[in-house]
T-cell receptor
């Protein structure tokens, strides 16, 4: 499968613990996005990277959240001191550098987080 | 920022009938409108998109129409099949920040055989 991949697919943790998710974009896609999706809602934008630079962060991304893309390839999203309200599906997407489909975002399967 | 509203939240149709899902947006600068299909437990998949320089786009049984004046766009699925059952999301992206998608809240489509 040459699409966007995310690991782990599921994560159960206790409140107060830290968790880290990984996203591997489609090869040669230079833009990478993180979204959060709660039950019955559409994805909500969290942040995006162009290469290794984090260019925009949503107000939804509190101080407990941090995202990195150190080499402009894979990205990690860390949540510190998790709260029950963090329970959601975390989706990653990527877009190609240029061309006709540069606006299109291709999504990964997501990481479902449950905070107990 | 942009606000996208989607209706209906659930839609049940008989196999072979047509289904229409509607979205409205608030930011007149939005110029890219993708539609995603998400089956239970799977990733959102792009099924069709439209840019503001056209009013309609069709791909086999799926079509999307855009009314820029009224700021609404619709997804039309004809000859529905049970495998069309899924949650459909519309999104809008402003020209000044095409990296940021604003999604509707989704429509759960159920196609009854």
């Amino acid at each position: 499968d040459t699409g966007v991949s995310q690991n782990p697919r599921h994560k159960i943790t206790k409140r107060g613990q830290n968790v880290t998710f990984r996203c591997d974009p489609i090869s040669e896609h230079n833009r990478l996005y993180w979204y959060r999706q709660t039950l019955g809602q559409g994805p909500e934008f969290l942040t995006y990277f162009q290469n290794e630079a984090q260019l925009e962060k949503s107000r939804l991304l509190s101080d407990r959240f941090s995202a990195e893309r150190p080499k402009g390839s894979f990205s990690t999203l860390e949540i510190q001191r998790t709260e029950q309200g963090d329970s959601a599906m975390y989706l990653c997407a990527s877009s190609p550098r240029s061309g006709e489909n540069q606006e299109t975002q291709y999504f990964g399967p997501g990481t479902r987080l449950l905070v107990l | 920022g942009e606000n996208v509203e989607q209706h209906p939240s659930t839609l049940s149709v008989q196999e072979g009938d047509s289904a229409v899902i509607k979205c409205t947006y608030s930011d007149s600068a939005s110029n890219y409108f993708p539609w995603y299909k998400q089956e239970l437990g799977k990733r959102p998949q792009l099924i069709i998109d439209i840019r503001s320089n056209v009013g309609e786009k069709k791909d086999q049984r799926i079509a999307v129409t855009l009314n820029k004046t009224a700021k609404h766009f619709s997804l039309h699925i004809t000859e529905t099949q049970p495998e069309d059952s899924a949650v459909y999301f519309c999104a809008a992206s402003p020209s000044y920040n095409f990296n940021k998608f604003y999604f509707g809240s989704g429509t759960k489509l159920n196609v009854k055989p």
